[in-house]
């Protein structure tokens, strides 16, 4: 599986900031994920980070709320916009098996508190 | 739409006790089906998954699920626990092909008793 990493691991903004979060892998993949994890909830797809293409975002997701670069293929970030405090969540990202076993592997997290 | 169902929110077990977690999914045909445990302040780490084949899975840490098609259910289990497993685990479902297109259930907070 691949080593992901993930910064900042944790963060407590104001209201109407801007956070972009970085995820890091150690080896080539095709696709990234960002999920988002709000205080006792399960784990939401905000989007599909493919490199040299936009981001696909599921429904309720947008790209003015969360834009994400995929610049290369073992980086990507996601930018939480405006925040305000339902943006409170753990985000993370992920990434597809790079042998295509259809199986994702899961960074660390961001844990973000906006006050 | 594919929907997954972890009907137990809390579950607290004694340490060397057996554990089944139980999950069910909803979808047209057979999915992909996938544990994740998250342990406190930690990402997701992949328990085990199943594709086909064998109904009977294993996975890491000592932990098995069995893939059962009449009852649309997949649920985990442990022969004994151990206190380093309370985390919470995660079922998720995949259409087949589809692994990137992940639905998680709602989880299962582990506690363990020592």
């Known amino acids: 599986s691949a080593v992901i990493s993930q910064k900042p691991s944790r963060d407590i903004c104001q209201r109407g900031t801007s956070l972009t979060i970085q995820c890091q892998v150690d080896?080539?993949?095709?696709?990234m994920f960002w999920y988002r994890q709000q205080p006792g909830q399960s784990l939401t797809l905000i989007a599909t980070a493919n490199q040299g293409s936009e981001a696909t975002y599921e429904s309720g997701f947008v790209i003015d709320k969360f834009p994400i670069s995929r610049p290369n293929l073992t980086f990507s970030t996601l930018t939480v916009s405006n925040m305000s405090p339902e943006d409170s969540s753990i985000y993370l990202c992920?990434?597809?098996?790079?042998?295509?076993?259809?199986?994702?592997?899961f960074g660390p997290g961001t844990r973000l508190l906006v006050l | 739409a594919q929907s997954v169902t972890q009907p137990d929110i809390h579950i607290t077990v004694s340490e060397g006790a057996s554990l089944e977690l139980r999950c069910n999914y909803s979808?047209?045909?057979?999915?992909?089906l996938f544990w994740y445990v998250q342990s406190p302040g930690q990402g997701l780490q992949l328990l085990l998954k199943?594709?086909?084949?064998?109904?009977l899975v294993q996975g890491i840490k000592g932990f098995e699920a069995e893939f059962k098609r009449s009852q649309s259910s997949f649920n985990l289990r442990k022969p004994s626990v151990h206190w380093s497993d309370a985390a919470e685990y995660f079922c998720a479902v995949a259409p087949e092909g589809g692994g990137n297109k992940l639905t998680f259930g709602t989880g299962t907070q582990l506690k363990v008793e020592l």
């Open positions: 992920s990434v597809e098996d790079r042998r295509g076993l259809e199986t994702q592997y």
């Open positions: 979808y047209g045909a057979t999915p992909y």
């Open positions: 080896s080539q993949v095709t696709m």
């Open positions: 199943y594709f086909s084949g064998d109904t």
